[in-house]
């Protein structure tokens, strides 16, 4: 039963990315869409080597650290790998910042750095949700976040004429 429910999870939010990215390619101008994509790497590459790793520990030790009644030390000792990372993210933002007199390189670096912090807490309790087997609850979250994300996105883009930034503000919204 739980196949069906991570099937769901991810069909939908495919789906969208596959409406998403044809629709906003054509919408947004290349020099905006070279911004985004290089700055997006550059946190996503963060992420990777700052915040995977994290969900991955949880993944695998959260039982071990319950079952023996140590489920504080644990989450202590999570959140303080957390706030080192995240204070990496916003030192590796502030340079960015600083180094580049650009505005809108200045806004979507701001916008970026906000972006992986909120999305790395978000992920990490939604982890929890899986671990527990509640896949129903994790894959109905998931799925509310990613469509009125693009709902949020649409809206900001479309209606209030907000430009690139939008791709991140609009996760940083769900997010929080």
Same mark, same amino acid.
């Given at each position: ?43 996503n590459y963060l992420s990777i080597g700052l915040y995977s790793w994290l969900l991955h520990c949880i993944k695998r030790y959260y039982y071990n650290y319950k079952k023996n009644n140590?489920?504080?030390? =644990? *989450?202590? @000792?999570?959140?303080?790998?957390? !706030?080192?990372?995240? %204070? $990496? ?68 883009? =479309? *209606?209030? @004429?907000?430009?690139?930034?939008? !791709?991140?503000?609009? %996760? $940083?919204?769900?997010?929080?």
């Amino acid at each position: 039963m739980d196949f069906s429910w991570y099937f769901v999870g991810a069909f939908i939010p495919a789906i969208i990315g596959f409406i998403k990215s044809p629709l906003f390619t054509r919408y947004f101008t290349p020099v905006e869409y070279g911004y985004y994509s290089l700055i997006f790497i550059t946190f996503n590459y963060l992420s990777i080597g700052l915040y995977s790793w994290l969900l991955h520990c949880i993944k695998r030790y959260y039982y071990n650290y319950k079952k023996n009644n140590k489920i504080n030390a =644990f *989450i202590s @000792n999570i959140a303080f790998l957390f !706030l080192t990372s995240t %204070l $990496i993210v916003f030192i590796t933002t502030l340079v960015m910042i600083i180094s580049n007199k650009d505005q809108f390189f200045q806004r979507l670096v701001l916008c970026a750095g906000v972006q992986i912090v909120f999305t790395q807490v978000n992920a990490m309790i939604l982890i929890i949700y899986r671990i527990q087997g509640k896949a129903y609850a994790y894959n109905f979250i998931n799925t509310v976040k990613t469509i009125f994300s693009f709902l949020t996105l649409c809206f900001m883009t =479309f *209606i209030l @004429n907000y430009r690139i930034e939008t !791709l991140f503000v609009s %996760l $940083i919204i769900i997010d929080f």
